[in-house]
């Protein structure tokens, strides 16, 4: 009666069709259903052709897979349980989820618990730490140097002729040769490559890294040389360039 | 030892104290396991190995095992997702499942001694279309059908072991066959 051209049936009671097929209907819808096949070529058509697919698949059923013996299945009973499927956390994490159980409310106590220890160990981290003050070469400390000069290390030959002029006798290497350049006796700590040695030039003074006394000279009268030891090695360097500067502005 | 117990009470002993119980867990499945994975993928030595991987995977994963879900549905949840894995590698392998013949054939279909050998090329012919209409269905459809066909489960069994509203089962497999019909109807298989 339903019929719509292609053997499939509009009719609402073709949907039956499977459980009228695979016999899970109860007797009295089946023969309910029976009496509607009679009366509806659409329904009557749609269980033919379904019937015939499903013996179909039963056929095939039959001829490949009945005969087929069950393999062996091996389980390694002696291995740990773990992830293999990627559906399982079997870590410490998991570990937790099994102590705590299914508890929702466990695990959101749980969770601000950690949430609050956190934050206190932050707390009592800030509170702890003191940021030693690093000592900057202020501009104030030395009027004379210009502060992006400064900050390179570099100050104007006048005012290190000057300053060297007047401090004959004072510790730590002044290259009068480079026009803009002070080298401290930490630069050459830091600088790589020279070992800690540098090779005396004409005009300048080496200092005697090695701290036995003994300095080399290469230009010039023999004097006392302050060692490297005399200063301290947790001396940092921005303090001694702005310990000099002092010097030098004094 | 374990046979008065349900697949439940199995699992949990299992992962309690006795590993196994999950034997007993393996022998009542076994069979229906690599009958859902013969069908759903249409090769014996392929649905051999899904199964094997299937349980072995299961007996790994006992621990993530909810109380409150069938063993059923967890067994064939991790069986399907093994085959859909495989077809995908064999796929990436460009290993068609649809398309190939020749090498497959003689694995798969085991002919009938009583046939004659024209009657026997016939029902190896057949049995391929068979096989490759039913592979050719989307999964969620292959999947219920091969339940119920090689599994020959109830409506209701799969309703429960895919956790699907039985309506939408009964649906599904109309669906199913409805294609299934139209496809072997291209293809002229008839039921001898």
Known sequence: ??????????????????????QELTDRGRVELERHFSACAGCAAELKGMTNAHLAVMQWRDES??????????????????????????????????????STALQWGGGLVAVAAVALIAFIAVNMIRVPVQPSVAKESSPRVDGAVAGRN????????????????????????SPTKVSTGLRSRSSGGSNGRRSPRSGQVAVDLNGNGRAKKSNGSARKLPSLNDVADDDDNSLRLSDLFEEIGS | MFINLTDEQLVELAVSQDPDAFGEIVRRWERKIFALCFGMLGREDEAKDAAQEAFISAYKGLASFRG?????????????????????????????????????????????????????????????????????????LRQIIVMKEFEE??????SEALEMPLSTVKSKLYTALKQLRMKLERTSVEVV
């Not at chain 1, 339903?2 to 459980?19: D, F, L, V």
């Not at chain 2, 489960?153 to 799969?158: A, L, V």
Request: with cysteine; proline share 5%; hydrophobic share 35%.
């Open chain 1, 1 to 22: 009666m339903m019929n719509n051209g292609n053997g499939t049936s509009a009719c609402n009671r073709a949907s039956e069709i499977p459980e009228y097929i695979y």
């Open chain 1, 65 to 102: 897979f009945a005969g087929l013996s069950t393999p062996k299945i091996v389980i390694p009973f002696g291995e740990n349980q773990s992830d293999q499927a990627g559906t399982v956390n079997s870590g410490w994490l998991d570990s937790i989820h099994r102590l705590l159980g299914n």
């Open chain 1, 154 to 177: 570099e100050i104007p030959q006048q005012v290190i002729n000057e300053n060297v002029a007047r401090l004959p006798d004072e510790a730590g290497v002044v290259d009068t040769r």
């Open chain 2, 68 to 140: 409150d879900a069938k063993v059923s549905s967890w067994l064939h949840r991790i069986a399907v997702n093994k085959c859909l894995t495989t077809k995908r590698r064999s796929k990436t392998r460009n290993e068609e499942f649809i398309d190939d013949d020749e090498a497959s054939d003689a694995k798969t279909l085991v002919a009938s001694p009583k046939l004659s050998p024209l009657r026997t090329t016939e029902s190896l012919e057949r049995m391929d279309l068979v096989r490759r209409a039913v592979n050719a269905l989307p999964a969620d």
């Open chain 2, 153 to 158: 489960m109830t409506f209701q069994e799969i």
